[in-house]
């Protein structure tokens, strides 16, 4: 077993038994700074802890947000009825009826619409009035009897300053929106209004994010869920926490429990504790988000390709990987998709075929050696790896924050691209939280759940439990 803690383990796999010294001491340089040692993990953890802390007291720019979400019951897996849930996500607009069927089952109806880039920059409101109006035209779908409006659940993928379980101020786009005229305003105000201007007749009843959906999509079928999580296109976490822990919460009920928002994308902004390279500072310094979600750029799909593009023409600019020519493909933003990663990382054919595929006719790179191949392959690695043990450090922390919990089993609710398909992304955040969780509940006790498609069946249940609470 290699010993995690030695960073040799994280420089010496990459190194090119026959590459020119200048090459190796790039990628010893390169490496030892992607490098994610168990010390590292545990200085990562105590700064979560630490961070966790203030942001539970109080707000604060340089801790976690921890947002009280106002979602306090959880799924037993019994709950029946019919729900409307929207899903805006960074790419498209997910509609969907959802039947919870009252055995920890569900079934769902749905149909997704690509965000327009339009939409993306101005129009977005009217946008997904419209979406949901061609849905509930096509299902036929109408109010019950005596009522006017369907309830609808709304997973809202961007950070929101959560005023009531039904509003929300938007605090900032990512994901490359700029619509106008949004931040600070309440999102469901501004999707309600536009409900009414097409005369759609839907009430959003609950807002939430994509994190909290996850949270509560695993709890309807894996009732001891703690945590939610997202690794892919960004990343996020929810989990359970105790009220007498919220100490910032102002509301007069202080039992039981409530889910926390952690907003953990934004984690170590200042970077103390991250392991943070020029390759990441460069695609840092010019994202229209500058200085804030560096934990995300560090872990999630929409970056991980850039970080390598960075990391991969640092090489061909000194002349050390594809004889210094690029392709005009890889000299843009954002060309080298995290999916190439994934395909390249997994390929272990001894010419590296699927590598040289990727480079040459996806990207248009000039004819590769198999030296060249390999070192691309090493980059990705390097990163992935980074990626993968920074969020199983997060996953450990939040976990370990209610260690009461861990005397019993544990479910982990995940969604995501990473997750589902970057190579073996769950054996290895099985393998690195072993070394702080302990090996004795990792292998008995805790159990990672794929939640497909939680933020829309997550959106019904919390509307079913609105709804629930509102008719008593």
Known sequence: MADTNDIKTFIEPYLIPDGCEELNENLRSMAAGFAVTDDKIREIIVGFHESMKIGLDHDDDNALPMIPTFVRGRPTGKEKGTYLALDLGGTNLRVCQV???GDTTYSLVQQKFTITQEAKESRLWDFIAE????FL??????PAPGKRTIPCGYTFSFPIFQTSISSGNLSMWNKSFTVPNSVGRDVVN???SAFQRHHVAVEVVAVLNDTVGTLMTSGYSNPDTQMGIIFGTGTNAAYWENMENITKWKGEDRSGEMV?????????????VLPYTM????LNRKSPNHGLQVFEKMISGLFLGEVARNAILSLVDQ??????RSSEIMNKSYTFDTAYMSEIVADDSSDLNVVKTVLESTLDIPPTTLTDRLVVKNVCDMIGTRGVRLSAAAMSAVLLARPELLKSEVSVGIDGSMYQFYPNFEKDLYNVSRVFLGEEFVDNRLKLHLAKDGSGVGAAIVAMTVDRDRSH
């Open 131 to 134: 979406c949901v109006g061609v």
């Open 279 to 282: 390759h990441d500072n460069k």
């Open 190 to 192: 501004l999707t309600q």
């Open 319 to 324: 002349r050390l990987l594809f004889e210094g």
């Open 99 to 101: 039947t919870l069927n």
């Open 260 to 272: 926390v928002n952690l907003e953990w994308g934004a984690f170590d902004n200042a970077t103390h």
């Open 137 to 142: 035209e096509e299902h036929n779908l109408k």
